[in-house]
Structure formats: C-alpha cells, structure tokens
C-alpha cells in the first residue's frame, strides 16, 4: 500500500489530503518443490504462497518466494498424532516422511522449524537468519550446518534408530550460536563437544546415548565447561561430566576399519575430551600383521594437538601387492600423551583387505540382534532364530554362508571369532572337519540351542563355545581359514542400531547389507534368501 496526495479547488482555495491508493502485489514467482509431502502438509497449515497443479497425473507443489517470507512458524512433524490429524482431514500425503526440505531457504524470517518424525537427510539454514528454534527429534541429518543461525536458542535433535551409516552427527560446530540455552543431543555419534561459545546454556543439556570418549554410549562422559554443568538443572543434564571433575584425556579413533589393499587411506584422529589450554603431544604405536612399508605407509606417529584445539589427525595408506596375504591388520595404540592423560580408547584395528585372495565363501546374513519381545499369542517367540520354541539371545544370533566359489568348497577347521575372542586368542567357534559346501551350498552357525527347521536345506551348526557374542554397540566378525588368514569379516559398528531383526545381503550374495524386514515380512531367514526361497 502507498499514500498519494489528492488536492481539490473549492471556492477559489486549494485542499489537499492523503490518500492510501492500494498497491499491486508482486508478480508470482513459483520456485517447485520436489517432495510432495512437504507441499501439502504447508497448504493444511494453511501457509501463503503454497499451490499445487496437475503434471501428467502427478501433483506439483510450488512455492512462491514472495509470500513466504513472512513466514515466522512451520511445525511439520509426522509424529503418529500428527499422522492422525493429516489423514482425518484427507490429506494425500499423510503418511509420508517428508525428505526432501529444499525450498525452505526463501523462508526467511522464520523463527521456529519443527520436523520431528521425518526422513530429511540434509538442512540449508544458511538463509534462516532469524531462526530461534529448531526441533528435528528423529530424523537423517548426519552434517547439520547451523554457522549462519546466530540467535539460536532451543536444539532439539535425536538421532533415529532407522539411521544408516553417516546419518548422524560425529561432530557440530556451535560456536556460531552463542545464545543457545537449550541442548539436547541424544543418540548420535559424538565423542566430544565445544561449548566455550555457548555460555548461556541454562534450560537442558541432554548428551545421552552418544559414545563419548569411552566408546560406550550408555555412559555419561562428555565433558562440558563447569558453568554450564553446574547452571543446568540435574534432571535435564543427562550424558555429560563436568571438566571441573575430570583431566585432559586423549582418544584414537580411525574414520574406518577397514581399507581396501588398493592405496587406500584411513585417518587416525587423536581427540581431547575438552579443548587444550596448551599444546599437548600425542605419541603413536604401529605394529600388527601388516608390516609398515611393505603393507602400508603412515604420516606422523607425533600428533601435537594446538592450544584450545580437540584434535590432531595422521593417515595410513595401504600398498598394493601381488601376494595372497588374506585380510591384514594395523593395530594402532596410543602409546604417550604429553600434556594430558591416556583417555578411554587407546588402542585400534585398522584391516587391509587383500585383493590377492578370493575365500569363494560369502557372509550373506547376520543377526546379532535378535528380538526379544515376548511370545505372541500362539506361543511363538519373534527372536526365536534357531526354531527351537525359545528366545536366548545368544542362543539365537547366527552367521549364513554361502559357497560362491563355482565349485565344492572345504570349510574345515574355519573359524569364527568376535573381537574379545579374536584378542584372547580362543575363537567362538571352529567348523568340524569335513564340512564341504557344494557349489551354492550353504552353511548356518547358530550360538546354541537346538535348531529345528528345514532352514532351505542349508548345512547347521551351533558354535563349539556356545555363543558367537556379537556386541549390538559394535563388534568385528572375522572369519579365519584352515591356515589362519583372515578370509572374511561383518563390521557391527556401522550397523549398530539395535534392530531387532537380521542383516541381509539384498541382492543375496551381491548387495550390500540392510536390516531384513526392509524388503521382506520376515525378521531373519537362516539358509534362505531374503523371501524365505532356497539358495
């Protein structure tokens, strides 16, 4: 709207006044969304600027940039009432995660964003200025850039148990937000946390179920500044320590555990559960099966650490060869702080995988994680693997094989081991003498019990220790030949969700792993493919 000034002639005088003349608007300008359920769920909210059209069939949602911006709320959930409340009022979309948030950068003078219970895997804020609270309980944001986002107040953030690999945070960077008084980070992948620009901090400070610089993420020992610890109320100040109560502790972590023989690298990170006042020195170890030089090269075994830093990294690379070596190992051990103290992880495994040898035997499912919710109303136990009317989780956990050599395979004298095992030196279980695949055949080692089913014909054994032990947090699965080469491994960190159900290859035999029921009805499938049909 403009003001105009109107005169008029009366009786030989000028009059003049202000008039308010209404203006135009802006001409549309339509920027399209791509996730159908993030369009629709704005126009039930009744949200300016939101359309819709009809595209070969399909709706099309846009957004127009011009009205948008004066946007100051989105509350976007799909928790299971908000769900309810979509699909009483007919919307298409109801049931959809909404995964997809591009569109959300012209919002911007928003000032609270809330999408708990989607499946958004990346977040532009750069442009939300003006936002003060961000509530995304549940979702697959493994990279959360909040640099530009300054008067921040109110996080809210915990990971979901549906996450894949680098689906949740191992690292964020608030030192942007200074006026953050509300924290809550539960269940992703931090080890360590800087909040020297967060003093404000007051209200909660939630670091539950993140590992922290012990591994162990049912443990608090994040450290946090004394004046934050001490001003947040004890009842909301959940997986943290004070560095008040603690010394500088220094961790190794490696960003893989496995590298291919190919010239690949891994990064050792030396990491301070608080930032240094001055500069500490970090001493390395290399020792193992594979042997520097020949197997690998390595950067600096001396990592300084600078004054109010966290970390000091270093790298190994694998050298290629022509020998059928089997899977190798570096262990790596953190020999020496100077400056601080030994922290909780001072000792890893980096494995070469050999591209000299092929085992002709694949690990085509796992499960270390069997249900153990109760029988159902027939008696029937969900976790209940091996078929023997019981659930025992140790019992009921089982590794499938399968001979893809292109002929009769001799698995005789194999082992199994998880890592305790693999450290004391006594493996979880050795297959029997004359254990011989044919072509396609397929083995099933159980923990225990007495398996009974038909299992899709497959050959059964249960370990000779009575468990395989496989650690739902995180675990190594190695299998060693009759000559003790590391022939195969199944890596349980990346997979360490608690799912209830196995891991699956899908395809059998050539795809990469995903929890069974992803694509099936089925929790696990000893001696079958995912769909429950012979090998």
């Known amino acids: 709207m403009r003001s105009i000034l109107v005169c008029t002639a009366l009786l030989g005088t000028i009059a003049c006044q202000t008039q308010d003349v209404e203006e135009p608007p802006p001409p549309a300008e339509l920027y399209p969304l791509s996730d159908a359920a993030f369009g629709e769920y704005m126009a039930f909210l009744k949200v300016p600027g939101i359309s819709s059209e009809q595209v070969d069939g399909e709706t099309v949602w846009s957004v127009d940039i011009n009205l948008v911006d004066g946007v100051a709320e989105l509350a976007l959930s799909k928790t299971s009432s908000a769900v309810a409340n979509l699909k009483e009022a007919g919307v298409a979309t109801a049931a959809d995660k909404i995964v997809d948030l591009d569109g959300i950068q012209f919002f911007v003078n928003l000032e609270l964003l ?17 936002l003060q609270a961000l509530e995304m309980n549940f979702n697959l944001v493994g990279d959360l850039d909040l640099t530009n986002n300054a008067v921040l107040d109110r996080l809210r953030y915990q990971g979901s148990s549906q996450a894949e690999d680098g689906q949740r945070l191992q690292t964020i960077d608030l030192s942007g937000n200074p006026a953050l008084r509300h924290l809550s980070l539960p269940n992703h992948e931090l080890v360590t946390i800087d909040l020297q620009n967060n003093p404000l901090i007051d209200e909660t400070l939630d670091l539950s179920g993140n ?32 560095d008040a109560d603690v010394g500088l502790l220094v961790s190794i972590s490696a960003s893989v555990v496995t590298i291919a023989e190919s010239g690949e690298t891994v990064t050792i990170t030396a990491t301070a559960n608080s930032p240094t006042e001055s500069e500490v020195t970090v001493d390395l170890g290399l020792s193992g099966t594979a042997t520097l030089g020949d197997d690998f090269t390595a950067g600096p075994t001396t990592l300084t650490i600078p004054a109010g830093e966290l970390t000091a990294s270093t790298t190994l690379t694998s050298v290629d060869d022509d020998e059928a070596e089997g899977i190798e190992i570096i262990e790596v051990t953190l020999d020496r702080v100077t400056g601080g103290e030994l922290g909780f992880i001072t000792e890893l495994e980096v494995t070469i995988a050999d591209d000299d040898i092929d085992p002709g035997l694949t690990i085509n499912e796992v499960l270390y994680d069997p249900s153990n919710d109760p029988a159902d109303d027939e008696g029937n136990f969900p976790g209940d693997a091996n078929g023997d009317g019981i659930y025992v989780q140790d019992e009921d956990e089982f590794v499938e094989f399968v001979n893809t050599s292109g002929g009769v395979l001799d698995v005789s004298n194999y082992a199994i081991w998880d890592t305790e095992a693999w450290v004391s030196g006594v493996p979880r279980h050795v297959i029997p003498a004359g254990t011989v695949l044919e072509d396609g055949g397929v083995l099933v080692v159980f923990g225990g019990g007495t398996p009974s089913g038909a299992f899709g014909g497959a050959q059964v054994q249960t370990t000779t220790t009575g468990a395989i032990n496989l ?7 190695r299998i060693t030949d009759d000559a003790g080469l590391i022939v ?16 699956t290859r899908n395809p059998d035999l050539t795809g990469d792993f995903e929890q069974h029921a992803a694509n099936s009805d089925l929790l696990f499938s000893p001696g079958t493919r995912v769909d429950g049909s012979s090998f």
């Open 211 to 242: 590992p922290g610089p012990d591994g162990d993420p049912d443990t608090p020992d994040i450290v946090v500044p004394s004046a934050i610890y001490d001003q947040v109320p004890e009842e909301m100040r959940l997986g943290v320590v004070s």
């Open 488 to 503: 195969l491994q199944f890596d349980v960190e990346p997979l360490s969700n608690n799912p209830n159900e196995s891991y």
């Open 471 to 477: 650690n739902n947090s995180g675990d190594l699965l």
């Open 114 to 130: 809330r999408i708990t219970a989607n499946d958004v895997e990346s977040l532009d804020l750069a442009n939300l200025q003006n």
